[in-house]
């Protein structure tokens, strides 16, 4: 598999620490791709890569492609636009690793057969530090055959790897994780924040809160960011918000109520609108402890 080579299309704080990450590992970096150029240069520089001027170049250069995009929009771009990675792509394999809709995985699995590719979905749970060390947590959906082919490459990205069915699963499993999490993000914000009014020791609270029923992985990862006011970005309120949007269109298709989804959706849809959506999803303490800033 190392012999194999791999392009990069999205080369963001995910999608550039991915290269980094398998150039290490010995695997051929032959081509990377980015709207910002610059950003592409430089990485390819790093990793001994080609910054290709279109996506077209990329799909030539490469034998498996991996798009880290934003949204579906932006999915629908690399793959349906005038210029397209579906250009030329004949046994060519396509690993989509954002977190993006059920149905524009669907949509570019079907392209892909058509073009006589092969595309996985390769959904993450997991931040910057986990793609730059080899240690995402990843849910993959598509052709099972496929999937057995590049285990040995999504082996050497993760720490955690589920094979969950057919194309738009994985998405469907993301949106579940993503919207516990962010339901979870944004409680405990909440709690903070009404023991700061109660005049409470927050280091008190944060540590009863973690021997309790209270305890959850964001209290690990995003307390003390709530309380310090540090919100440096490992997982965007933007995204948040894109996340927990697909995840109620998904209930509101099935008809099962969502309120706290609901809410959470709109606290952070609230972050994005105030101009405030790249920072972390631990900023949404912004919105609820007492006299900040947001409040």
Do not use: W
Request: net charge negative; with cysteine.
């Amino acid at each position: 598999m190392k012999d194999k080579k791999i392009g990069l299309v999205g080369l963001g704080r995910m999608g550039g620490n991915m290269a980094r990450c398998l150039s290490d590992k010995g695997y051929n970096v032959a081509a990377v791709y980015d709207l910002n150029s610059e950003v592409a240069a430089s990485l390819a520089t790093e990793v001994k890569a080609t910054a290709c001027a279109n996506l077209a170049a990329v799909t030539a250069a490469s034998e498996i492609v991996l798009t880290i995009v934003t949204n579906d929009a932006a999915m629908e771009s690399i793959f349906f636009g005038e210029d397209n990675l579906l250009k030329g792509a004949e046994g060519r394999v396509f690993i989509n690793c954002a977190t993006l809709t059920p149905a524009i995985h669907g949509r570019v699995g079907a392209a892909a057969t058509d073009a006589g590719a092969s595309s996985l979905e390769a959904c993450m749970a997991s931040s910057i530090p986990q793609a730059r060390n080899g240690e995402l947590f990843l849910m993959v959906g598509g052709d099972e055959t496929v999937f057995e082919s590049t285990k040995p490459l999504l082996d050497d990205l993760s720490e955690a790897l589920h094979f969950v069915g057919p194309a738009g699963k994985a998405s469907e499993v993301k949106a579940l994780v993503n919207m516990v999490m962010n339901i979870n993000t944004a409680a405990l914000a909440e709690g903070l924040g009404l023991g700061k009014a109660l005049g409470l020791d927050l280091e008190m609270l944060l540590k009863i809160l973690g021997q309790t029923g209270a305890r959850s992985r964001v209290l690990e990862t995003d307390g003390e960011d709530m309380v310090a006011r540090d919100h440096e970005c490992y997982f965007s309120a933007e995204h948040a918000a894109k996340d927990s949007g697909i995840a109620l269109k998904l209930a509101e298709a099935q008809g099962i109520p969502t309120p706290l989804a609901q809410a959470t959706f709109d606290q952070y849809t609230k972050m994005t609108a105030m101009g405030l959506g790249e920072l972390d999803k631990s900023g949404v303490a912004e919105l609820t402890f007492k006299g900040r800033a947001l409040s």
